[in-house]
Structures are given as C-alpha cells and as structure tokens.
C-alpha cells in the first residue's frame, strides 16, 4: 500500500474552508431560518403533500418537471408530520455553503500555482461566491432549492470527475455519474454537467497524475492535446440524455414559460445578465444612469465594457482563463434564449450557476493584481474588502425586508388562526406582497416578493399549520401611507356587501422604517350590546347612529374599541376622537372612518352593527371625546343620552381613560 504523505493532504485548509463557508453563509442568510414558508412554496409544498413519491416521479408538478425537489420535500413532511420552516431553510443553506466549498476546491484543483496563490484562489473565490450579490432571492427561499440543489451535484459530479483521474478509484466515477444524472431532476441547467466538463478539459489539462502533482498538460500544453478525454464528458452527458427521455416520455403541464426569445428579448437578457458578470462594478449603475442622463441599458453596457476592459488584461496568462467565460456563457445561454425578458427581469436567482464562473473569474483577476510586488497585495486586499463591504451590505438590506415581511406573515398567520378559531371571517387591510428598497443596480426588480396573486388566500395557513385560512385580503388605497421603500399590497378593493353578513375581524397593516404589523380595526357582524347605549347622534332631527358601548385598554390591545348601530344614512360624516390633558387640551387626535379609514358610513346597511378598534394613546391624556362630524362642513352631529334631550357638551361624548 501507498504510504500516504500527510504534507501533501489539504485537510487541514480544506476542512478551514468548510468552516468559513459555513460561517460566511450563517452570517449573511443565517435570518433565513425564522422565516415563513412564502413566494411559490405556498404552491409547492402542498402540491408535494398531496402526492405520492411515485405521483412525482411520473408526472410533472406544476408547470416544471423537478421531481428531486418535490421527493425531498415530501420526505421532510412525512418524517416531522408538518412542513418544518427551520429544516426547509436549513437545507438551502447547508447547501449554499457546500455550493461555495465546492468552488473553492475546484478552484485549488483547475488552477496550478505556487504559494500563496494557490492556497489563496480556492478561499477566493469560495468567498466571493457565498457574497454573490444576486443570490439574494435563491438562498432564503425554499422553492429556490431547485436552484442550489442543482449546483450541488453539478459541481459534486465534477468533483467526482476529478478525483476519479486522479486515483482511479471506480467508486468516484459512479458518484460523478449518478450526481450528472439526480442533477437534472433538481432543475434543467443539470443537463449542462457534461457539457460544463467538456469546457474544464478544453481550457486545461486532463487529471492522470496523482494528488498534489502538477499535471503534465499543465505545465506544457500541446495544441489540441486537452481534447483528447472529451471521451469523458460524452460519458458524463449520457445521464443528461436519459433524463431527456424520463422528461419527454411523463405528462407535461402547460407553461407559457419557454419560448424562444426573439431578438430584441435575447439583448435584454443579455444585458441583464451581464449586470451578474460585472458586479463589482455594475453597483454603481443607477449612478451612471443620473449623472450621464442615459437609459438603464446603455449605463449597464458602458459599465460591463469597463469592467471587460479591466478584467482580460489582468486575468492569468493561460488556457484556463477561459474557463470562467465560458462557463458564464453556457449557463446562462438557455435563459437567454429561451426566457421572456419579463421573467428574467424578476429573477436574479437565475444567476446562481453562473456565479461560479462569475467567483472564479474575479478570483483570478485579483491573484493576478496580488502577485509579485507588495503594494499590488495590498491594493488587491482593499480591492476584495471593498467588494465584500458593498455586497454584504446588499444582502443585508435585502434579508432585513426578508425579516420585515417574514415577521408581518407570522402575525398575519396568528391573527388569521385565531379569528377563524372564534368563527369570524379574517380580513387584512392592505397587507404587504412585496417589499423593495431604492434599487442599487441599473436593470431590474430588486426586493422581496412574499405573496404572489395567483395564490389563492386561504394557502396563508394552509402550509403553515394544515388548515386553509378563512381569509380576504383587501387593499383600501386611501388609507395606504408613503414609506421610505417601495411595496405593493395583496388584494381588491373589499366586497363589504358580502362581508358584512358573516362574522368578520378586520386588520389594517401598519407600515413603520423597520417593520410591518397587524392591528385590529374592528369587527362586522357584531352583535349589539345589551347594556344600555352611551349616546344618540341626531341628524336631520332623527335618531342616525347610536353608540352602544366604548371601552379603553392599554396596549398591546387596541386602545380605543367603539360599538356603533346606524339607524339612518350618514352619506358625508365621519368620526373623531380627541385626546386631552389635565388642562382640557387636545394633545392627539384619532379621526377617521371606522375599521381604520377603511368602512365609512357612507356605505353602512341601516341597523348594522360594527365594531370599530382605535389606537387612541397619547404621554399625558387624561379624558378621551369621542363625536361624529360632517367632513364637508365640519359641523358635528348633535350627541345626546339616549332616551332623553340632555345634550353632551360640545356634542363630544366622554370616554373614562384606563390606566396602564
């Protein structure tokens, strides 16, 4: 038996670089594992339950045919009896971690090197990997493992590949090739396994020399010699193939998804993509775009031309430079040929395969700054910090509204459960389906889309805790406030006809910098309070709303809670609530239709009774009136107590304050 040279092995750096990557994952999308099950996973993980293992492997699901995805997610809901949040991302990210251990080795074996380039590259350019901006929208969702699970055994089976030429151990050829086979099963871009080897032959030397040996080809390539093994990747696309024929022969679900590009959407893609290719530079193109007065297209190409013009003089002097762009070009050919630019546009998770290339590309032009001469390593230190910075800042920004959006669907999850446990319709005032800060890059939609239209709204709870919710979302435009970012809301305007002859909970959405919440708004459906009632509103010298009854609570329950009973029509009045001090000044306000702005008695049914929740605190009040106005003349309705002509002063009912 070979004795083994311990020195020669790369555990030690290599069992590092898992550690790093496994902490540089953690840090950047470790907030991913409290998130909610969102996006297509409302779809998807339901569509997995309902189906039997065989069901998946035997049919498409939905509109793709990525049976590996469904099993796995199937597997997890059978052995924990519920689709578990914690384990679903955990395997995103276990994933994205190795994803980037695997770049980082590939990178030590495709490139030769002295010391400490060579130890240096595969840190590299795992590193940048793990930072890929655009990975944003793949690694914190679930529905994205099609994505990171394809890479995985894309760049396992080439890993495979490696070690078998080097040892000729038979156990890492049926690896490689059972990996190029299970990988288009996770997503189509598996089928480029062989072609993807065929690129690392063609751009370097063949692996017959043993580990910690510079191959022969290596050192002294001959002109044609590196085609020679292209035996190789025709072995390694024959898995490819006999998925074609698995995917041919099972029934297909229709998708306007693929189609071919035309012209014009091939540019588009194009350009889009190259944003991916030239980010450490492309950050910078929204500022192009105001400074030179350009279109997005023109500000990215000038700055994906100036990032070509810095990288092929700086990239090493030899074959396996071309690795990276032909990587880059071959796996995003088939999106942009075959991907609306609509689509395209919303998916930067399409570039996470390419951003292998991508991560080698750069790592090879920084070694390239950082050889020789000291001030080149330090100007390729500030060069790689600044990147590191500006992408991590990115991320960050893009998983904090992960979190803001992930807590308001938890709450949105909460409240729905329990109005539905007390028999009452939930109903959400303009609840968020997306959220986006003020765009970095040039082209595209930057954000997080958490609630697609095409679901359907009782999947809110359905994934979540097994029972389809008894919920509406409902946007009202009117009471809709500006924030900071950008954000679209779920939903029509509400159907208050239909509503309002069921038990109802209403919720409006409050929207702050930092988070977004759920607060009661009131109730429809309620039934009328047996005490006696606290005041009559009088107009056109007939009864035309009585309150009922009024209560006031400190926090976190709503403040203020108002039972209301029209009698007759109110076309043009609203309500206000004034907060005073010790001194009978009014220190706050609250006014507004009832059900936050949302329900006015403009469009009440006589006789109905509603349950209106306010937030009505403010440091130093003491009483709290309450009154009906006209908004058109400002003149209020006059309050008496019911049953007799005593007036209240000022028309204003008071309010007893509780005390927290």
């Known amino acids: 038996m070979r004795q083994r040279q311990w020195a020669q092995r790369p555990f030690p750096s290599f069992f590092l670089l898992a550690l790093w990557c496994t902490a540089v994952t953690l840090i950047l999308y470790g907030a991913s594992l ?23 492997w035997t049919r498409a699901q939905l509109a793709y045919y990525r049976p590996l995805n469904f099993h796995l997610w199937k597997l997890f809901y059978d052995i924990f009896d ?28 495709l490139w030769s090197g002295r010391q400490p380039a060579r130890h240096l590259r595969p840190f590299l350019s795992a590193t940048l990997f793990l930072f890929f901006p655009f990975s944003y929208q793949g690694v914190p969702w679930v529905g994205a493992l099609n994505h990171v699970l394809a890479i995985f055994l894309i760049l396992l089976s080439l890993a495979s590949y490696v070690l078998w030429r080097q040892n000729g151990r038979r156990r890492w050829l049926l690896t490689g090739l059972l990996m190029a086979l299970l990988a288009p099963f996770a997503h189509e871009n598996g089928i480029l396994t062989g072609p993807l080897l065929a690129l690392i032959l063609c751009t370097g030397g063949d ?68 944003q991916g290719v030239a980010y450490p530079l492309a950050w910078a ?96 230190v500030l060069l790689v910090a600044a990147l590191l910075w500006q992408n991590g800042r990115f991320i960050h920004t893009q998983m904090q509204y992960h979190r803001i959006l992930g807590r ?37 939609h930057e954000g997080v889309l958490f609630w ?115 009698t007759a029509p109110l076309p043009t009045h609203t309500v206000f609530i004034h907060l005073l001090d010790a001194n009978g000044q009014l220190i706050a306000q609250a006014d507004g239709d009832p059900l936050a702005g949302s329900y006015p008695f403009a469009i009440w049914q006589p006789g109905e009774v509603v349950l209106d929740a306010r937030r009505a605190t403010a440091v130093g009040a003491v009483q709290v009136l309450v009154g009906v106005y006209d908004w058109t003349t400002g003149e209020r309705l006059t309050a008496v107590v019911p049953g007799t002509a005593v007036h209240f002063a000022d028309n204003a009912v008071p309010i007893a304050l509780t005390k927290e």
């Open 34 to 56: 409290t998130l909610p099950f969102f996006f297509d996973d409302l779809v998807q993980l339901p569509y997995a339950q309902a189906h039997s293992y065989a069901e998946l």
């Open 82 to 109: 519920a689709h578990n949040r914690l384990v679903n991302h955990g395997l995103n990210l276990l994933l994205h971690a190795a994803n980037g251990w695997l770049v980082g080795w590939l990178a030590w074996k």
């Open 207 to 274: 692996w017959r020399s043993r580990q910690g040996e510079t191959p022969p080809t290596e050192a002294a390539p001959k002109p044609f010699a590196s085609f020679a093994p292209l035996r190789f990747p025709l072995l390694w696309t024959l898995p490819g193939l006999a998925w074609l024929v698995i995917w041919r022969l099972v029934p297909q679900a229709e998708s306007a998804g693929l189609f071919w590009n035309g012209w014009e959407g091939i540019w588009q893609s194009s350009v889009y993509f190259s």
């Open 285 to 380: 193109g929204k500022w192009v775009q105001a400074r030179l007065a350009v279109s997005d297209m023109t500000a990215v190409s000038l700055l994906t031309s100036l990032a070509l013009l810095i990288t092929l003089p700086l990239q090493s002097r030899n074959r396996r430079a071309a690795l990276p762009w032909a990587w880059i070009v071959l796996t995003l050919l088939p999106a942009i040929l075959f991907l609306r630019f609509d689509y395209v546009i919303n998916g930067p998770r399409l570039l996470l395969l390419a951003s292998v290339g991508i991560a080698w590309l750069w790592a090879d032009v920084f070694v390239t700054i950082a050889q020789k001469r000291w001030w080149r390593q330090v100007l390729a």
């Open 408 to 444: 308001a669907f938890d709450e949105a999850i909460a409240v729905t459960t329990a109005a539905n446990a007390s028999g009452e319709t939930a109903v959400l005032l303009n609840f968020p389906s997306w959220l986006a800060p003020t765009a970095t890059y040039a082209i595209g």
């Open 452 to 566: 697609p239209d095409y679901v359907p709204h009782r999947e809110l709870t359905t994934v979540h805790t097994g029972q389809p919710a008894d919920l509406v979302f409902a946007r009202v435009d009117a009471i809709r406030p500006q924030m900071p970012y950008f954000y679209g809301v779920t939903g029509s305007t509400p159907d208050w006809q239909a509503l309002r002859g069921q038990p109802t909970a209403v919720f409006v959405t409050t929207y702050t910098e930092t988070a977004v919440t759920l607060h009661p708004a009131g109730q429809l459906g309620h039934p009328a309070s047996p005490g006696a009632p606290l005041a009559t509103f009088i107009h056109n010298d007939q009864p035309a709303l009585i309150l009922l009854s009024a209560t006031h609570a400190p926090r976190p329950t709503p403040d203020l809670v108002l039972t209301w009973q029209l």
